[in-house]
């Protein structure tokens, strides 16, 4: 049972256009969201996250929405850059289980120049 | 200051076999959890140990194990392999009180059963 799902498996953007990927959860319990991005042969590497008491948190390029009520989040990026090219996972986790993360399949990301 | 290092980076089993994984973490950092990443199953939390003890432990088979060393050095051993154990094996640190942001991946172990 996939409980965090990202139904895009992958996704090309131009560079300077907004990238948007989308997360889908089931788990009401769930009340924390992160975005990772992994680039090959590394690890994955926290990117932004927010807390289900929000509904946005900006970094920089980097924004995240969360409709609870639909259950589903979003990274938007602008403007992408081709740097921004690599696997974007979202992952969920619930309270009192803060090492417990549940993590979508991802959404690969190319950024063309 | 060094990051998360795992060894070794790639592997090749066979059917039956077992196999000991290994992960070094940040120096200071006492959590280590592992994951397990599949393709159509995206990372899968399989365990985390702090302080030598396992705290969190996901819906993994017993033949799935770990321990942590005084050093926070861990170790994930996988028993009577299995074809659907080939994956990306993850270990993250984070030091004591962090959050889930604060975890560092390693680049990770990639193991083919045949």
């Known amino acids: 049972d996939q409980q965090v799902k990202q139904n895009s498996p992958s996704l090309s953007v131009q560079e300077g256009r907004i990238s948007i990927l989308n997360c889908d959860y089931t788990n009401s319990m769930f009340d924390y969201f992160l975005w990772y991005k992994k680039y090959p042969a590394e690890g994955p590497t926290f990117l932004i996250s927010?807390?289900?008491?929000?509904d946005k948190n900006e970094d920089g390029r980097f924004t995240v929405f969360l409709n609870k009520s639909a259950k589903h989040l979003s990274l938007h990026i602008v403007p992408s850059q081709p740097g921004d090219s690599a696997v974007y996972f979202c992952a969920a986790s619930a309270a009192g289980g803060y090492q417990k993360v549940t993590f979508g399949t991802g959404t690969k990301l190319q950024v063309i120049p | 200051k060094a990051g998360v290092t795992q060894t070794p980076r790639y592997l090749i089993k066979t059917r039956g076999q077992q196999v000991t994984l290994s992960c070094s973490p940040i120096?200071?950092?006492?959590?280590v959890s592992w994951y397990q990443q599949t393709p159509g199953q995206g990372l899968q939390f399989l365990f985390e140990?702090?302080?030598?003890?396992?705290?969190n432990k996901g819906n993994f088979p017993g033949r799935f194990s770990g321990r942590q060393f005084s050093n926070s050095r861990s170790e994930m051993n996988v028993s009577t392999l299995e074809l659907g154990d080939s994956a990306l094996y993850l270990c993250?640190?984070?030091?004591?009180?962090?959050?889930?942001?604060?975890?560092?991946f390693g680049p990770g172990t990639r193991l083919l059963v045949l």
């Open positions: 140990y702090f302080s030598e003890t396992q705290r």
């Open positions: 927010i807390s289900s008491i929000k």
């Open positions: 120096s200071g950092h006492r959590s």
């Open positions: 993250a640190s984070s030091p004591e009180g962090g959050s889930v942001e604060t975890q560092y």
